[in-house]
């Protein structure tokens, strides 16, 4: 099974990298936040990030290629609920 896939992936990669690249975005974001709220929970969360980076590149195959960095990402909450 492992050399199957192996093939396969193999093979795929030899056509992706044979693909004619048609566009390349890069996009940066500095910092986000996303906020969770719960209805039926007490806690609010709220996810922060900064340093959020990325390239997308599209082929002419009609495949793509996304790849990202995160500098950091923690969380907060706003109302902690009851300790247990």
């Avoid at 056509?15 to 209805?39: M, Y």
């Avoid at 996810?47 to 195959?61: A, I, N, S």
């Avoid at 495949?63 to 960095?69: E, I, L, R, S, V």
Wanted: proline share 2%; hydrophobic share 40%.
């Amino acid at each position: 099974m492992k050399d199957f896939l192996g093939d396969i992936l193999g093979e795929l990669e030899e056509k992706w990298a044979e693909a004619l690249q048609l566009q390349s975005i890069a996009w940066e974001v500095g910092r986000g936040t996303w906020r969770i709220s719960h209805f039926n929970k007490l806690d609010d969360v709220e996810v922060v990030f900064t340093g959020l980076r990325g390239t997308v590149d599209f082929y002419d195959d009609g495949t793509t290629c996304t790849q990202f960095d995160l500098e950091n990402i923690f969380l907060r909450s706003f109302k902690p609920g009851p300790e247990r």
